[in-house]
């Protein structure tokens, strides 16, 4: 899952742009489409469909993407790779009339072998289906049948019926890329970091796949100067070596001090390979205190986001990328959760970049009863495994959360719960391991097989709503039943109102600027009496798409932000309140 680079011995051609579509409707006989689109619209690459044309607006597919392309003469005989960075929901993809493969999961890359049929020197059409039909079986799930009202209070009669809280927009989301590399080719690099202690020193543990083990020659890594061989582990394919770095420069929370290790791969029949990885030395651990980043706690202040905006709906949107995390710098945040999956790999490059702490969280949201069977684990497992493999580098990623607000209650529940968390400890045990709860103790009967837990509660919106101080006791009340069962480090990853931006009131009420910043402020100072809890997230960084229901305004209104990220009156309380803090900057 390496990102694709451009370097002396790679080449990548970038796909974006704007593409010929067709939207797929019922009677309609898609017989040749993967050749030619009979009457074929424009739309942009990357970004969701439903944004760019009023007839998309409500489409969930299938929708047709076809573009060409010149593939250079010198890319014949080279490995070539199509990647996209993720399209929703489900993938099929043809070149030159030819089936590549097919991919299911809306929030991860997928790849596909396209030598065979390529034509270097020529121009290429390119044909991808992307299927964001709602699916009851989906990661994440849309309702079993409209107005089943699954999962979530207030939300019968949702339209679409999706078992979540955000709008299931279709359209290839991230960016399209094809590239080139050597026939033997890294395939996968893995930078582990560990620290002496008192610091004085780093070993950089360096671990590599690449598609022809056996043709090796030399396979080495060097980072500012310092060099080491990979050997074979015994693992297919794999090889592994270690570095010592003296003196090492931690990276850390707004000290976003960064590594390049340069991997160089020599193959027997002359070929080379290389690719530049780059990573930060840091450790990460929790105990009783709450997350330590290297050996001192951090207190983590900030949101719950989504990937959405105007136009582009979820596609990434690289200029609000930044503008985002100059807001969470100036808001005084330094943490997020990518709620409610993996984002865009570019998110966490800058997240590692600012240094930003980044809590990675998987598409399971939604998952009531009806999901804890074998075909959907045997969907899951290989999900967090591809989450992993993409994100595992990134020093900004703190920890996994392994799922939103689940009910973990039956049998079932609680062994699909387990096998995550044994698949996501194999994969990385360098890092700690949550999921978001909500509803009642006894519903969280995984508790104990996670490092730390993550709770959302809504006193005075969904419980007791328009009563703020009324529910502060129950609110508290709630944090500590919820420690005192599991003995656990908490953070609280959800809480707010929603409230329209403009709309005031005096006394504050819900739905009004007012209300919204009152609750944040009282609550927050119930959260920081609790010396179990290390952190807390608002819901939600900024106002965002979601699916039409009585208890939504267009968007849902949680944002410290508007959709087009101007501050909100909660967002001008947030920046007195995490400013006065010193805490959570380590820097
Ligand atoms: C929480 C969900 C989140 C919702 C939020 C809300 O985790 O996805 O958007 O509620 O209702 O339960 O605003």
Redesign the pocket.
Known sequence: MLYPQENEHRRRLSLDGFWNFQAQRAGDDPTGWENALPSPTVLAVPASWNEQREELFDFFGPGWYQREFHLPSEWGGRHLVLRIGAAFYKTRVWLNGRELGTYEGGSLPSEYEAGDAARPGAWNCLTVRVDAGLDPWGLPPAQESANAGEG?V?FINQNPPVT???FPYGGIHRSVWLYATAPNRIEAVVVRTKLAPGHAEATVEVRARVTESGNVERLSIEVEGESAELEATGEADWFAGQLRIEGPRLWDVGRPELYEADVRLEDVNGGVDSYRQSFGIREVRVDERGLLLNGRPVYLTGF?KHEDSDFFGRGFNPPLAVRDFELLRWVGANSVRT??YPYAEEFYDLADRIGVLVIAETPF?GMNNRMFTPEVEAKALPMIERMIARDTNHPSVVAWSLA??PYVKSDEALAFFRAMAKTARACDPTRPITY?A?VEVEDNRAAPDYDFFCL?K?YG??VGHGRIDDTLDAFEAKLDEFYEAFGKPMMV??F?A?AVPGMHAWPAQPFSEEFQAEIVEKQIEVIRRKPYIFGFHL??FAD?K?GQTL?RIIH?R?GAFTRDRKPKLVAHTLRRLLRDQSTGHQA
């Open positions: 979530r207030g979540y809280d955000f719950g709620g409610h949201v939103n607000e978001v909500h959302n809504y919106w969904y990853t959800e707010g929603d819901w939600n965002f979601t208890s849902n949680k």
